[in-house]
């Protein structure tokens, strides 16, 4: 404990401040066994904020009424700044909520000015400033607790031997704020390093070396040889720190801890930062107390790793054995067996060599991968890594090649060689020999491992040889029948371990043996087959092709190859002629002949194909085209075969275009486009091409099938109707333009010609010259219906145009349906036809643009009065409401007129169309009027129809929103989805 106390008073009032610093002088003297106390004093909170940021303070005396700031807002703004130091909270009254709320804010305690003496003071202060340090010891406890659960749950969740280490590395540095950090794994003197770098960024680097200087002289050596922590402040000042060349990093300070099981050391965590002393006594006390469940994690990982490398050379083993057990033939089994070996265990090259006879050199019998260019080459007995495994029957490993006298150069850039003799008690049958570009890339597994594949393979090469044996023996009859019981349960073993069904007849087809494989195939047990008549087993087996074939073997001796169906099962059977009778070896090949069939189907399908088809390989190499491609192209399949693309490149597109393009199906993806190519002869063409990437068994892309079809003519029609099209819209603009240029010029000296024959009726009437007024109304009349034309042909040009526009408003219905029915009045009587009027009562007013809502009521009741002679006219209107459209108005016009066909129908909103032209003729008109009013209800989203009989009339029925949304005037809309009847 301190001798004293650092206290900051931050109080305002003199006398409170003076009255607590004499509280203070006084304990020196009163209470020794306290700490004294050393006050400083603040007259504002801004000076206090300036004395805490010079440190050294243990307390603070804070009163929450200051000139600078008031209430509980003083003592958040201490906390804020400095939370680690307790504070006690001076008030003037006992404010019960005041103080509460104080303590619930971080305050440690509360002093009430005038009810406390020297004494409470002290104690207060001691009590404070303990308590703060309780708490924060509790914390640190805590923090130690969850950071021990995070190490421990890090290294608890992959049981994988690199993920564990990485997980440690990033959990330590986190923990401690390391910049980077290393754990060495000590197994027999060898350390696998892995490295967390500045930032968080992993870089994994695994190399096994030997721990020379490092362990002899480094920081990890000492740790390793006291098996115990270290803590190094400044590393320029500790000599166990030791610099290594082509250092990637810069520390300075740096944390060490031993990973040990029972007394057993597995690793050594070491930690660096570049700041001098950025760990201290908490790092490292939690990363001592981690060391035991990273030491558990690393020791799990380890045998994790053990029984995963055992668990994968017992499979890869299992299954080379299962590949190689279903050859007979010393070629099949070495070739099968180099391929599976090298597909199992990922070495670059393997390979098989065989004797000859007269042992004079070793033939390259199989080979696979980098070493397949070997395969076929003698090397002598007398030299080389091989040569040295054969003589001596003893595995043979070479780390580095270059530093062995034997080594006979082959592949330039082999580096590393294993030897494996292939033994049979004490025969050596051949060798396995494995390559590497990477000098000792083969590990005491991978030797173990090819040792065991070695046993297995000299046993199936042995079988092999064995089995030829018997072939021969058997199609020549060299062997005796004592012989042939003495090797009875050798070939019975031998023949028991094919996969394919085998059967031994004599010459009266009783059958003598048949091995498991063709038991399980007939679906009957061996002893139930043995010594049975064949024809008494498969009634009906002598009318079958596999019948005639063993007694034509029978009686020739020639060895034949019959296809049989038993059981939807397809058998293709070699059968032989032996001293007792005949020996037939069977293959099932019922999936080949499906595969057979399947692919014969597909050919014809893609050789048939209209469109062009081409397989290429993952660099874009032609493999295979069909005929269709010569059409397309002119490229002969010989021709195209093994050359790139690129041929038939046009030029016409960008670089970028075709890397796009690669991107795309580099990914993964299906591309779809657009190409114009070039054909042999060098015309161009356009085709439509889909490239879709084919992935091999490992995910890779192997090859691409690319579907082409010309669209050459496609694309000159498409050119052809966009040019037909422009010029067909520029011609409308034109006429539309013309239209209403010829429309305005005429209108003004019409308007002149009206405005004149009004004038001059009202003249002669006030002369009393009624004689001309007739003639003057017909010049008025005439000159009001060819401005109507002219207004109709206005409107048209400008809805073409795209200038007519909506003048929206609030309409009462009633009112527009009045004043229309005033206008057509005349036409009604003229025509001698009646109206009715059916109107709701619910009409109420509507939004919309009233000029075009009353041309459109005033040309449906025009043209109905038009085309009715003595009739009925009906004029309907209502309102109409539909879920999720609004409210709608429903006008509809129906006559007893002279109706319409079908055909007129069609075309009755056509611009300068009639339904009749007779009676146009007869009853006039430009056919604009309906026209106009189709394109007025679709400019406020409605929607005019027509039903209609020839001789019985028509009724137009027109949709309008209540309420029209207004629409851009370049951009007339279509018919509107509108409510049905």
Not at 122 to 144: D, V
Not at 515 to 530: K, P, Q
């Amino acid at each position: 404990m301190s001798n004293f106390y650092q206290v900051l008073l931050i109080e305002d009032n003199i006398g409170d401040a003076r009255l607590i610093q004499e509280m203070g002088a006084e304990l020196v003297l009163r209470h020794s066994t306290l700490p004294s106390l050393r006050l400083r004093h603040s007259p504002s909170l801004s000076a206090g904020m300036e004395e805490l940021t010079l440190g050294g303070i243990d307390l603070v005396l804070l009163d929450l009424h200051l000139p600078d700031s008031q209430g509980l807002a003083t003592l958040h703004r201490v906390r804020e700044q400095e939370p680690h130091i307790p504070v006690i909270v001076l008030t003037g009254t006992g404010d019960e909520d005041l103080i509460l709320r104080s303590v619930e804010m971080g305050a440690q305690d509360y002093l009430v000015k005038g009810e406390f003496d020297s004494h409470l003071l002290a104690r207060a202060i001691h009590y404070a400033i303990e308590r703060k340090r309780s708490e924060g010891a509790l914390l640190a406890q805590k923090r130690l607790f969850e950071n021990l659960v995070t190490v421990a749950r890090a290294t608890s969740e992959r049981p994988a031997m690199e993920e564990t280490l990485q997980n440690t590395l990033k959990v330590a540095s986190a923990l401690t704020g390391a910049q980077t950090g290393s754990l060495f794994l000590l197994q027999h003197e060898n350390v696998v390093i892995h490295r967390i770098l500045v930032q968080g960024q992993i870089e994994q680097t695994r190399h096994v070396r030997r721990l020379d200087e490092v362990m002899d002289k480094g920081l990890a050596g000492w740790v390793s040889e006291h098996r115990r922590a270290a803590l190094i402040p400044d590393l320029e000042q500790d000599e166990r720190w030791l610099v290594l060349e082509n250092g990637e990093y810069e520390a300075h300070s740096a944390l060490s801890v031993p990973i040990l099981v029972r007394g057993q050391l597995l690793g050594i965590l070491t930690l660096t930062h570049a700041q001098v002393g950025h760990f201290g006594q908490d790092h490292l006390l939690l990363m001592q107390s981690a060391a035991d469940q990273m030491a558990l994690a690393l020791r799990n990982a380890q045998m994790y790793e053990e029984q995963r490398r055992l668990a994968h050379r017992q499979a890869s083993l299992y299954e080379i054995l299962r590949t190689v057990g279903g050859h007979l033939e010393t070629s099949t089994v070495a070739h099968s067996a180099v391929r599976a070996i090298a597909q199992l265990t990922g070495w670059p090259g393997v390979e098989i060599a065989l004797p000859d006879e007269a042992q004079r050199y070793l033939a390259i019998q199989a080979s696979d991968g980098a070493a397949s260019a070997q395969q076929g080459m003698r090397l002598p007995l007398e030299s080389g890594v091989m040569g040295r495994a054969f003589r001596t029957g003893q595995t043979q490993y070479v780390p580095d090649v270059r530093q062995d006298p034997d080594y006979v150069a082959g592949h330039a850039d082999i580096c590393c060689e294993l030897a494996v003799a292939l033994r049979r008690g004490s025969r050596v049958l051949g060798v396995l020999n494995m390559e590497h570009d990477r000098p000792a890339a083969f590990s005491e597994d991978d030797i173990r491992l090819a040792e065991s594949i070695a046993e297995a393979l000299a046993l199936a090469l042995d079988n092999a040889r064995l089995y030829s044996a018997s072939q021969q023996e058997l199609l020549e009859r060299r062997r005796a029948e004592e012989a042939l019981r003495e090797s009875e349960v050798k070939h019975r073993l031998l023949l028991n371990s094919i996969r394919s069904p085998v059967i031994a007849l004599n010459a009266d087809m009783t059958i003598l043996y048949c091995n498991d494989a063709y038991a399980d195939f007939v679906g009957r047990a061996g002893e139930e087959l043995a010594n049975k008549k064949l024809l008494d087993i498969f009634p009906g087996f002598d009318q079958s092709a596999s019948f005639a074939a063993y007694l034509r073997v029978l009686k020739s001796g020639e060895v034949e190859v019959v296809e049989g169906v038993y059981k939807d099962r397809t058998l293709r059977a070699w059968v032989y002629r032996t001293p007792w009778g005949i020996l037939s070896i069977s293959e099932d090949v019922t999936a080949r002949k499906q595969a057979e069939q399947r692919m014969r189907l597909q050919s014809a399908a893609l050789e048939a194909a209209a469109n062009a088809i081409v397989i290429t390989d993952h660099r874009g190499i032609i493999l295979w085209a069909n005929p269709a491609f010569t059409q397309l192209t002119g490229y002969n399949i010989q021709d195209a075969v093994g050359q790139s693309t690129r041929l038939l490149k046009s030029g016409r597109h960008t670089p970028d275009f075709y890397q796009r393009m690669w991107e795309t199906i580099l990914a993964g993806r299906v591309w779809r486009g657009e190409v114009i190519n070039k054909r042999r002869d060098g015309s161009l063409y356009d085709e439509e091409m889909t490239i879709t990437p084919v992935l091999d068994g490992q995910g890779k892309i192997s090859h691409f099938i690319a579907i082409k079809q010309d669209v050459t003519e496609r694309r000159r029609a498409q050119i052809e109707l966009q040019r037909t099209k422009d010029a067909a819209e520029a011609s409308n603009r034109a006429k539309s333009t013309f239209l209403a240029n010829m429309s305005h010029e005429l209108r003004t000296p019409l308007n002149a010609i009206i405005g004149y024959s009004e004038m001059l009726q009202e003249e002669f009437a006030d002369l009393g010259q009624d004689e001309f007024v007739p003639d003057l109304e017909k010049i008025r009349s005439a000159g009001l219906h060819l401005l109507s034309i002219i207004n109709d042909v206005l409107d048209l040009s400008k809805i073409e145009a795209g200038k007519m526009s909506l003048e929206l408003g609030t309409i009462e219905l009633t009112g527009l349906i009045a004043d229309a029915v005033t206008a057509v009045h005349p036409q009604l009587q003229r025509h001698t036809n009646t109206l009715e009027i059916e109107c709701a009562q619910d009409l109420g007013t509507i939004y919309a643009d009233s000029g075009k809502v009353y041309q459109i009521l005033y040309n449906l009741l025009s043209n109905a009065a038009k085309f009715t002679e003595e009739g009925h006219i009906r004029l309907s209107v209502s309102r109409t409401a539909r879920p999720e459209r609004g409210d709608w108005i429903r006008i509809q016009v129906a006559d007893s007129g002279i109706g319409m066909t079908p055909e007129q129908v069609g075309h009755i909103f056509q611009a300068f169309s009639q339904a009749d032209t007779s009676f146009t003729r007869r009853h006039g008109g430009t056919g604009l009027g309906l026209s106009i009013s189709q394109r007025f209800c679709q400019m406020m989203g409605g929607h005019i129809s027509v039903e209609s009989v020839p001789g019985e009339g028509s009724t137009f029925t027109v949709y309008l929103p209540a309420a029209v949304q207004a629409t851009p005037s370049e951009d007339t809309p279509g018919p509107s989805i509108v409510p049905q009847d």
